[in-house]
């Protein structure tokens, strides 16, 4: 078991431009978490989704990001027109259910020129 | 609203020195709360939950619902300990909380 995978490791975008961050959860998982880490700050909570459905997504900016966790494939972190503070490291976790143990990635490095 | 406070940014300690690392909580009814551990260049990994009582590399943290806290103590600090700790709290519906991070420094 790979652990949950994270890509790309780094990310460079110029302001206006699309970032799309991916994160394979570990096999078996069906629950994903979406956390930014902004220089300086802790964690922050973006978004939790199972398969197909959006269960929270309180911690999100309301425009520009959205989240998705289809049936098949990766959870994809959409981050459009990116602006420069949009730079910081995100983090995917992932559990086989609620209340569950936390699996994390190593994080993706989104920076924006 | 659920928050959890680790109030202390940076906490430096000389090796052999008790370490505390302070957590408080406010949430509605009884959340499950864990301390998470970034060591550098890492991934975060899950260092304790409070159902499970257990120690982990000589970390406790005790769950004290009068005084909503879940502390992380060590009574003899570790050069290798030094690290980014994260306190956690899940309420209803699985709302994940994490606490600012406490930067623990040992030095010799």
């Known amino acids: 078991n790979a652990g949950v995978m994270q890509n790309p490791r780094h990310l460079v975008r110029r302001r206006g431009q699309e970032a799309r961050l991916r994160c394979s959860p570990m096999?078996?998982?069906?629950?994903v978490y979406w956390y930014r880490q902004l220089p300086e700050e802790g964690l922050k909570f973006m978004v939790y989704?199972?398969?197909?459905?959006?269960?929270?997504e309180s911690g999100m900016p309301k425009e520009r990001f959205s989240a998705e966790f289809p049936k098949e494939g990766p959870s994809i972190l959409r981050i459009q027109q990116v602006v420069r503070g949009d730079s910081a490291a995100y983090f995917c976790?992932?559990?086989?259910?609620?209340?569950?143990?936390?699996?994390f990635g190593s994080g993706t490095q989104l920076s924006v020129l | 609203a659920q928050r959890v406070t680790q109030p202390e940014k940076l906490l430096s300690v000389f090796k052999g020195a008790p370490v505390e690392l302070k957590c408080n909580y406010s949430y509605s009814g009884s959340p499950e709360l864990f301390w998470y551990v970034q060591y550098s260049r890492q991934r975060l990994q899950l260092l304790l939950r409070h159902i499970s009582r257990e120690s982990i590399k000589g970390f406790t943290a005790d769950l004290n619902k009068g005084e909503t806290s879940f502390h992380l103590k060590k009574p003899f600090a570790q050069e290798e300990d030094s690290a980014m700790y994260y306190c956690l709290g899940v309420g209803t519906a699985s709302k994940l909380t994490f606490g600012t991070g406490t930067r623990l420094q040992v030095t010799l």
């Open positions: 096999k078996g998982h069906s629950h």
């Open positions: 989704l199972q398969k197909e459905n959006i269960i929270d």
């Open positions: 976790a992932s559990s086989r259910g609620q209340n569950e143990k936390l699996f």
